[in-house]
């Protein structure tokens, strides 16, 4: 039983105390019969302060149809041009205004308010020092997590880092330059980096707390939307992210705490997001007859997750992300990330052999001969290899249906207990690669094998016949760009996982593919179910037209900050153009 898989009642109590202290509100609370909870008595033993960071983790969104403005989940790359469905108005279609409030911004700084308080608390609780740094170390790992969800949509950001009173000077400062909130997040990190656990010194009941390597992973992340942010826009600082990104990923790899899930073999991506159960080489059992959880021993791959719980009876927050979003099309692939996946002689769209897109008689033909993770990760009527999860009913339509967390019980049961992925190490190895190439305009041979080349092999299970290994003279031999084979590699582990409109923004070229009409599938008749014949363009479904479909280079990169901050601090300034 991990920490979340507690009487919800004990670990909301210092939670509501938390609430209450960052809202400057009554002391005097709602709880069971005969209990109350002052900020007198608590905040006395280090059990206090783990119960209190407990609240920290109700930060962590994931599949819930609640919060996909959390910290990047698959409904975010509706902003993209990966994906097409549920999104925030606005978002593509130019037609977005200041708004008066942004739920990021509030619960951001409410998270960043929480975690002040917990750092400031700790110095009156009794206990050893290497317990308290640790909680105090998840709190800072909470609101460096907080800062770089605001930076990276606003930019300039005011820094806070005390609990405030009604007469603080800083409750109305200005912005503070970005690159001076990225550094304090880096100090943060690498204090949470210092004082957490490694992962293999977990208890199993807290699975899911922050660990080292979870602190180190998450910095290389932020240093890599920093370094490229500056570097496709001039700013001196990239070359010093970019080696942070580097460094910080290259210290996980090298400790080898974690790696690659491979329990399954050649089916090892698919299991990657579904539960964990079953004997390998035995995939139906491993989809019906499943545990309801990794944990790091069964699966180390996993570095950071949201958890949801195990059933009915020990539920934390399940979710209906199969039947809601995935069944309904709400989160629909687009032609852009289907053509994205390579054939298995390693090539594009436009330069394999394989490329059957002009002869295409079916929707069938285009699973054909692809980097497997396609199938494994797309829905089609005809599995090439049925035995992996081709249990769901599927219906040809208007567009594509991803299979990332569809499990096949949780979908007939409409109801799932399947963790989200926040942090999994192949992003590591991605953000190692990619800050290789962008710090020197190279990678070598080695590099690749140790980064892109180990996802190949896990999705092929070692058969280069299936997708050869990506080399430099492979890439001149074939007349290919370096750069855009890494940020295809990234674009395709990571589909679905809400990373490709905020890898739109750092690279600079949202401004290029957002204004493009966005296309479903190749239309078939006979397909058709419906009998009405959709929306086409050049006989691609048209989910929206290029009309629709709009970014203000100077503007778009950076929302508006919230309209109702402005006018109560009024040394806040808005960004250009809004």
């Known amino acids: 039983?991990?920490?979340?898989?507690?009487?919800?009642?004990?670990?909301?109590?210092?939670?509501?105390?938390?609430?209450?202290?960052?809202?400057?509100?009554?002391?005097?609370?709602?709880?069971?019969?005969?209990?109350?909870?002052?900020?007198?008595?608590?905040?006395?033993?280090?059990?206090?302060?783990?119960?209190?960071?407990?609240?920290?983790?109700?930060?962590?969104?994931?599949?819930?149809?609640?919060?996909?403005?959390?910290?990047?989940t698959p409904?975010?790359?509706?902003y993209s041009d990966k994906t097409f469905g549920d999104r925030s108005v606005g978002?593509?279609?130019?037609?977005?205004?200041?708004?008066?409030?942004?739920?990021?911004?509030?619960?951001?700084?409410k998270a960043i308010r929480a975690a002040n308080n917990i750092i400031e608390k700790s110095a009156q609780v009794t206990g050893t020092p290497a317990d308290i740094s640790r909680y105090v170390g998840e709190a800072r790992f909470f609101r460096a997590m907080s800062y770089f969800e605001l930076v990276k949509r606003f930019g300039d950001v005011p820094f806070v880092n005390r609990t405030l009173t009604q007469s603080d000077e800083l409750l109305y400062g200005n912005r503070t330059a970005r690159q001076t909130v990225v550094d304090s997040i880096y100090a943060d990190l690498d204090f949470a980096a210092a004082n957490c656990p490694q992962p293999d010194g977990l208890a199993a009941a807290q699975y899911g707390r922050i660990t080292r390597a979870a602190a180190l992973s998450y910095k290389s992340r932020v240093a890599l939307f920093e370094g490229t942010w500056d570097k496709f826009r001039g700013i001196a600082n990239a070359a010093a992210?970019?080696?942070?990104?580097?460094?910080?990923?290259?210290?996980?790899?090298?400790?080898?705490?974690?790696?690659?899930?491979t329990a399954q073999g050649a089916d090892s991506y698919f299991y990657e997001f579904q539960y964990d159960g079953g004997a390998a080489g035995n995939p139906i059992q491993a989809v019906v007859g499943a545990q309801k959880n990794y944990t790091y021993a069964s699966n180390k791959e996993n570095i950071l997750v949201?958890?949801?719980?195990?059933?009915?009876?020990?539920?934390?927050?399940?979710?209906?992300?199969?039947?809601?979003?995935?069944?309904?099309?709400?989160?629909?692939?687009?032609?852009?990330?289907?053509?994205?996946?390579?054939?298995?002689?390693?090539?594009?769209?436009?330069?394999?052999?394989?490329?059957?897109?002009?002869?295409?008689?079916?929707?069938?033909?285009?699973?054909?001969?692809?980097?497997p993770r396609l199938q494994m990760s797309l829905y089609n009527s005809t599995m090439i290899t049925p035995s992996i999860g081709g249990l769901i009913p599927y219906v040809p339509g208007s567009t594509?249906?991803?299979?990332?967390?569809?499990?096949?019980?949780?979908?007939?049961?409409?109801?799932?207990?399947?963790?989200?992925?926040?942090?999994?190490?192949?992003e590591v190895l991605l953000n190692y690669a990619e800050a290789s190439y962008e710090i020197d305009g190279a990678i070598s041979d080695a590099d690749l094998d140790?980064?892109?080349?180990?996802?190949?092999?896990?999705?092929?299970?070692?058969?280069?016949?299936?997708?050869?290994?990506?080399?430099?003279?492979?890439?001149?031999?074939?007349?290919?760009?370096?750069?855009?084979?890494?940020?295809?590699e990234r674009s395709v582990e990571l589909a679905f996982e809400g990373h490709a409109y905020w890898d739109l923004l750092r690279w600079k070229t949202a401004e290029t593919v957002l204004p493009k009409a966005a296309l479903g599938r190749k239309y078939f008749a006979a397909e058709n179910p419906g009998g009405v014949t959709p929306n086409l363009l050049d006989g691609y479904?048209?989910?929206?037209?290029?009309?629709?479909?709009?970014?203000?280079?100077?503007?778009?990169?950076?929302?508006?900050?919230p309209t109702r901050e402005l006018a109560l601090n009024p040394d806040l300034e808005q960004n250009p153009n809004w």
């Not at 978002?91 to 700084?109: I, K, L, Q, R």
């Not at 991803?402 to 999994?424: C, E, G, M, P, Q």
């Not at 896990?458 to 007349?479: E, I, M, Q, Y």
């Not at 479904?541 to 100077?554: D, K, M, P, S, Y």
């Open 1 to 72: 039983m991990n920490f979340y898989k507690i009487n919800r009642k004990k670990w909301l109590l210092p939670a509501i105390a938390v609430l209450a202290l960052a809202a400057g509100c009554t002391k005097k609370l709602d709880q069971q019969p005969g209990s109350q909870l002052s900020d007198s008595n608590f905040w006395k033993t280090t059990s206090d302060l783990a119960q209190a960071s407990n609240y920290l983790y109700t930060f962590l969104n994931g599949l819930s149809t609640d919060d996909p403005s959390g910290f990047p």
């Open 450 to 488: 140790l980064t892109v080349n180990a996802l190949r092999n896990r999705a092929t299970g070692n058969d280069v016949s299936k997708l050869p290994l990506l080399t430099n003279a492979f890439v001149t031999a074939n007349g290919l760009d370096m750069r855009t084979e890494l940020r295809r």
């Open 241 to 261: 992210n970019l080696a942070i990104a580097k460094a910080a990923a290259y210290t996980v790899i090298t400790e080898g705490k974690h790696s690659l899930y």
């Open 91 to 109: 978002f593509g279609d130019g037609s977005s205004v200041a708004p008066a409030t942004w739920p990021e911004w509030t619960n951001y700084y």
């Open 400 to 426: 594509y249906r991803f299979r990332k967390y569809w499990i096949v019980s949780d979908w007939t049961a409409n109801v799932s207990f399947i963790n989200f992925n926040i942090l999994r190490y192949a």
């Open 75 to 78: 409904q975010q790359d509706n």
């Open 541 to 561: 479904v048209l989910l929206e037209a290029a009309g629709f479909r709009t970014f203000n280079a100077g503007r778009d990169y950076l929302w508006a900050l």
């Open 306 to 371: 949201r958890l949801y719980g195990q059933n009915q009876n020990n539920n934390i927050a399940s979710h209906s992300f199969g039947r809601t979003y995935l069944d309904q099309a709400r989160i629909a692939p687009t032609r852009t990330m289907i053509d994205l996946y390579l054939y298995k002689d390693g090539l594009p769209m436009g330069k394999s052999d394989f490329d059957s897109t002009a002869t295409q008689t079916s929707t069938q033909t285009e699973l054909r001969n692809r980097d």
